[in-house]
């Protein structure tokens, strides 16, 4: 099936644009972008312009910043186009909500991407713990701003979520794999001086369950769930690559390997099955820490 | 049909009191406060004391503010009773969906108020705006916090949503009338240098509607929505109280008088049905506010 990618920046050129080259399902057809494009393949800067000469391409995927992906969306789906929306899958709750609306009147498939669900352990986690009684559980999602995001400042703008960029991809494997819904209790957010959204966060929910996430890891970066439960200890880490039950190596790898292959694959199905898949309990959570958090300040940070 | 009020503050006494005392459809059974009591009702200080011995109560109305309401709302579910919201309904957004999983779980109603949908001419201006081209709109809310809410710290404490508190109501009214929903583009929120809430926010929602809240406006208050449209001018003063077509006093009196009684006659009529009403689209739109907000520091502000 034809897929034409928007927004060709980092994300896509890691990952999006060599997971649909490996696949058999998908043919990049085209793409849409500002400045960035893929060779061999038609480039265009004007999405209107796009889908109106290549009405052969059913699918759009759009890796661009999640403020401006709203616009690109509602004109992707008002042409009737099937679309798969990086993480976060919008700005607001609401314009995700106004989205899902928009998919359905238009008869379209929609899928709110969450590539840390898609660790090659999270499907063996979340089968782990479905039986069990957990007593707590603590994630630590420790990295280096400088190193992932380099000079963008966009992530600390209004709307560039901070910290919770990559804090939202541990709330997706925290509401993949846990048997029940948690919800947020308490949080602190610490913003530096001179800018407009957390660079740390401490978040304290339901159940026993407990975050820390933090940009300013250098050295060793860390993506770790710890669950305990009445049947052991079970610890992801690497955001779900790898797995341990009391300490001992579990979970089978999965058959397709790599987070975006699979991502891909369960678009593929999604078109197949007509089915839209829109969960947006991890962008919930952050939008609730927000609202909920303690702000505390701290010393302005400068890429 | 008994009922219990849980929360027994300002807003109880001035409005659910009087509100069910003045109801065919309801008689006031028990009441639950750590302080607060009405004379001649049963009084408790514990929910599950109340429950397990009032089992002739089936609806239970919760007044109290919005961080400790969860765990109330949850025993009173699971033991069976239909529940009855204050507005906001939860602190966070995820405790709101947890809430509704368990009511359906449960088999029992659950009703999110916004007494402000209530306002007397809050229906008249839905249906004259249904089928009017909107061009812009613009929402006024200006009050004095001293005035409405005299020394209670907690609402610029973290969930206690500052000026949201009362632009929520607003949200909730914007909600209801416009024909199609928004979502917010950018927001500006002033929070006082010695709070964690803002006191004022300008809000700029898609389709040209935005929102002024502001919580330092002493004298004469101002609860206004404008919406211009093709076919003229409605204007909504006071809440909801009174509305103008370009000028000319338009829309009849509702039949109950009062956004409160209005509120406990639909609860009775979502007991009869079975049903639940819990849209959450205020509270989404307050937390879009705070994740996609710039934070702007103001003068600290004292009681």
Known sequence: MKIALVGIGKIARDQHVPSIAASNAWELAATCSRAGRVDGVPAFTDLDEMLESHPDIPVVSLCLPPVPRFEFAKRAILAGRHVMLEKPPGATLSECHALEDMARKAGVCLFASW???????????????????????????????????????????????????????????????????????????????????????QLDFTDGVSADFDWRQTGPQTWDIEVWTEAGKLHLTDGGEHMMIDGVPAGQDPSLIGEYPRLYAQMADLVAQSKTDMDLSPLRHVADAFMLGRRVPVDAFHF
């Open 115 to 201: 590539h840390s669900r898609e660790g090659a352990r999270a499907d063996a986690a979340r089968d782990w713990l479905a039986d069990k009684v957990i007593t707590r559980a603590h994630i630590t999602w420790r990295e280096d701003v400088r190193k992932w995001h380099p000079g963008q400042d966009w992530v600390f703008d209004p709307g560039g979520m901070g910290v919770f960029d990559p804090g939202i991809n541990a709330l997706s494997l925290m509401t993949k794999i846990l048997p029940q819904p948690v919800h947020l209790k308490s949080a602190t957010l610490e913003f530096p001086d001179n800018r407009q959204t957390p660079i740390a966060a």
